[in-house]
């Protein structure tokens, strides 16, 4: 089975951040780490397809006929070990103990979708898709509400896009330390392309590359989304670690070229190139990079 062609901002928290003690059903959860990387998007997947199946078709992924939440929406989640993130010279604070979860939130996730929808899909397209649905605007953001309350933490674990990667968050990361898993194919369900950082470390970062964007070019969309990245990394546990991960997009691209990818190391090229006023070096970066995403994007309208 395909993963969804999407990429991830994860945040692993360890349990304690979780309550103290934290629920044994997320304990055992953990204990039992059952979902890979390469698995989570196709779990993803199918609680989507389960909930546009059943008769009548369900709001949300992860919703029973009754509308509550499916057990598994408490224990869907992502096992990290701390010994598995690097950590930098610069970095401070402890990480851990182990281990570090991410939950999914699949259901919660999909309800903020919705409720983003409502809100800036045009007033035809919104009116289709809720006549189609048989529901009201009014039900949906009560449905959605309620299930955004039922979260654990006040912010969401993920984040994640289709088809790209924010720029913007490549700035978290060191270039040297990505890991790189080519498996015996495209469609390797362990294929993998990712960082890891401690959650100083990307704290750090990214407060840097945000003073760094806005001063050189003001309020762009580059420094709104670190803003943004950084307010959403400032509502976990100092503790944590956060992985950017290329997800489903690694079906798309061949050995060759994803073992060449050098996206990280572009945009920290472009940030040292604002720091020393480089107008050449930025354009040359910046091409490069939107060549590459470009292309990526561009399946996106073949599909």
Known sequence: MLRPFVAYLRVY??????????DEQLVQAAEAAELTRGSAGQREHLLWLKSQLATPTRLL????PNGNAAPSTKTDLLVLDPADVPVSDAGEGELGPGPLICPLELRARSAAALVGFLGEATPALRAAVLEASGVSGEHVRARAS??????????MHVLSTAWTVPLPWFSLVEPGQRRLVLGTGQLDPDRELSWRVTMSDARRRIAEAAELVEGALGESSPARVLAETGRWLASFDARSAVELD???????????ILETDTSADEVQTILEALRN????????SFQELRDYWG?????????
């Open 13 to 22: 928290e360890p349990l304690s951040a979780f309550g103290e003690p934290p």
């Open 61 to 64: 992924p992860g919703d029973l």
């Open 146 to 155: 309620a299930a955004i309350a039922e979260m654990r933490r006040p912010a």
């Open 246 to 256: 290329y997800g489903g997009l690694v079906q798309l691209v061949t050995d060759p």
């Open 277 to 284: 006023d480089d107008v050449e070096e930025l354009a040359e």
């Open 295 to 303: 292309d990526m994007a561009a399946r996106e309208r073949f599909n």
